[in-house]
């Protein structure tokens, strides 16, 4: 099995940044993506950034241009730069890695930013 940990998330003003972590543990072989994933109140998960094995990156029209997503092999990390910051980019962020069909998640890590 895989388990996935985020860590960074908290509170920032607007036009702050965070960065957030996600550790991996377990089978942690043969990961075809990682990406990061948001939810809002209300609103459907969506897609904020993904990366592949071979190293291709896709953002969100929303986020392209403040986040970078990277990883980290030897470390088992893959993390996610978020610079200036609004107050639409509230929401709990998730953690996801992906294996062929199979997916797994972290718990996610909730983001705030105030106005």
């Known amino acids: 099995q895989v388990q996935l940990v985020e860590s960074g998330g908290g509170l920032v003003q607007a036009g702050g940044s965070l960065r957030l972590s996600c550790a991996g543990s377990g089978s942690i072989f043969s990961i075809n993506f990682m990406g990061w994933y948001r939810q809002a109140p209300g609103k459907q998960r969506e897609l904020v950034a993904g990366?592949?094995?071979?190293?291709?990156?896709n953002y969100a029209d929303a986020v392209k241009g403040r986040f970078t997503i990277s990883r980290d092999n030897a470390k088992n990390t893959v993390n996610l730069q978020m610079n200036s910051l609004k107050p639409e980019d509230t929401a709990v962020y998730y953690c996801?890695?992906?294996?062929?069909?199979?997916?797994?998640w972290g718990q996610g890590t909730q983001v705030t930013v105030s106005s």
């Open positions: 996801n890695w992906r294996r062929r069909e199979y997916s797994y």
């Open positions: 990366i592949t094995s071979g190293g291709s990156t």
